[in-house]
Structure formats: C-alpha cells, structure tokens
C-alpha cells in the first residue's frame, strides 16, 4: 500500500496553518504546536526540515519564530514531502540511488515504475499549500457512494 507518512501529513497540516495565520508574521514551534495539537518536538522537527528545504525561513529572537518562505500558492505537496521525507520514490529503483536494487539496469518492468513515479509526482507537484488550505464541499467521495446507494 502507497501511503503519505505520518510526518508528511503533519508537515502539510503545520503549513496550511502558517499559510491560514491571519498575521503573515512568525509563529513560535509552541505556539504551531498548541493551535495543529501536533506534539511540539514533531513540530519542531518538521519545522527544522522545512527550512532546510526553503519552504518555511527562521528568524531567531523576540519577535523571531518560522513563517512560510513563499507565497502558499508557490509551494507544492512534492516540494514538500521531498523535504520531510527526501526523494519521492515508489520503489527502489525510481530512488535516487537506484542501484540500491539488485535488478537495477536489467528489470523488465523498471521504466514503468519510473514512468508511475513520474506520473504521481507530476500529481503532488500540481496540488498547492494554497489547494491543500481550501477545504473542498462536499467530499467527493461521500459524493459518489451516496450515488452508488441511490441505485442500489
């Protein structure tokens, strides 16, 4: 099964919230923490990585805190699972170190997994911060079982 990690989930969850704040200005990890009710060292560690990868700056001191380095709409979920995770990759050999696979080079089946994560990460890559903070209504999936009932 293809799941987001549970650390990608909280990181989007932590960035729709900066993107929400009606201030713009820096939120404290304590204060992301207290409002997301993710555990603060989870906040803190999301919060470190994102920086590392450009998508939320720093700033220290009284007024200091983390707040997003982009516009919500120029931030992608890619960008920022490649943060908290590292490389989007669906097997080993769409990895960035391919070789990691024994089969690697001579697998009949190697270009369509790499085609797959091309395709999936083409996906994430077209979904924003700003998509991710719009809350969409109704859910389409409650949408389609209730059709599916209705011809039962």
Known sequence: MLRITKLSDYAIVVLTHLAGSSAGGSQTAR???DRTRIPRPTVSKILKELARGGIVVSQRGVQGGYRLARRPEQVNLAEIIDAVEGP?????????????????????????????????????????????????????????????????
């Open 31 to 33: 204060d992301v923490a």
């Open 88 to 152: 989007l990759a669906l097997t080993e050999c769409s990895s960035v170190e391919p070789e990691g696979c024994e089969h690697a080079g001579y697998c009949p089946v190697e270009a369509n997994w790499l085609r797959i994560n091309q395709v999936v990460r083409s996906a994430l890559a077209g979904i924003s911060l700003a998509d991710m903070a719009r809350p969409l209504s109704p859910p389409l999936i409650h949408l389609t079982r209730s059709r599916e009932t209705v011809r039962a």
